[in-house]
T-cell receptor, first 113, second 114 residues
Framework: AQSVTQPDIHITVSEGASLELRCNYS??????LFWYVQSPGQGLQLLLK??????LVQGIKGFEAEFKRSQSSFNLRKPSVHWSDAAEYFC???????????FGSGTRLQVQP | DTEVTQTPKHLVMGMTNKKSLKCEQH?????MYWYKQKAKKPPELMFV???????INESVPSRFSPECPNSSLLNLHLHALQPEDSALYLC?????????????FGPGTRLLVL
């Protein structure tokens, strides 16, 4: 069965510092990969997605992610974090033929002033 | 426009009540989803409708009854819920049939069962 691992439950960074959130998946075929962000009590907002092609994808709010097939990873990065980036971040995996997404357990990001 | 709307935003109900959650999208998407999300957990898939037909039911108790009256609307009817059903209920939609589907989520309905 496919699975998604976000090894960091909680990360704290200072405002202006760089950020990397980790995501690893296990699945035989090439998955579709997503990062979503969720502010407290809100729905999920799509940050970016990877289906095929260029392995470095750009998203909204200055985020980017890189698909590394050899490492089964899809890590999310941002060069300079803003206080408004504090939220819960979910990595999700999908694949052709099944509508359901498999979500990681999430990483809560705190931003220190 | 990638907007999915959900009403109500908040709902409090007793265990004997009957209520409904509503979800709407006007993006022409033909797949719609209900997810349940408990605090500090990822969303868990409940139901999937594809072209207005139920295609996935993730063994959800019968006290949750989904309905897709047309391609833009998705309802979730609630009856005789338990306190453990208190959660954030998220609706999502996607454009099926192209292999690469992106799900867009609504803001959710916060449900409290007393």
């Amino acid at each position: 069965a496919q699975s998604v691992t976000q090894p960091d439950i909680h990360i704290t960074v200072s405002e202006g510092a760089s950020l990397e959130l980790r995501c690893n998946y296990s699945y035989g075929a090439t998955p579709y990969l997503f990062w979503y962000v969720q502010s407290p009590g809100q729905g999920l907002q799509l940050l970016l997605k990877y289906f095929s092609g260029d392995t470095l994808v750009q998203g909204i709010k200055g985020f980017e992610a890189e698909f590394k097939r050899s490492q089964s990873s899809f890590n999310l990065r941002k060069p300079s974090v803003h206080w408004s980036d504090a939220a819960e971040y979910f990595c999700a995996v999908g694949y052709t033929g099944r509508r359901a997404l498999t979500f990681g357990s999430g990483t809560r990001l705190q931003v220190q002033p | 426009d990638t907007e999915v709307t959900q009403t109500p935003k908040h709902l409090v109900m007793g265990m004997t009540n009957k209520k409904s959650l509503k979800c709407e999208q006007h993006m022409g998407h033909r797949a719609m989803y209900w997810y349940k999300q408990k605090a500090k957990k990822p969303p868990e898939l409940m139901f999937v409708y594809s072209y207005e037909k139920l295609s996935i039911n993730e063994s959800v108790p019968s006290r949750f009854s989904p309905e897709c009256p047309n391609s833009s609307l998705l309802n979730l009817h609630l009856h005789a819920l338990q306190p453990e059903d208190s959660a954030l209920y998220l609706c999502a939609s996607s454009r099926p049939g192209q292999g690469e589907e992106t799900q867009y989520f609504g803001p959710g309905t916060r449900l409290l069962v007393l």
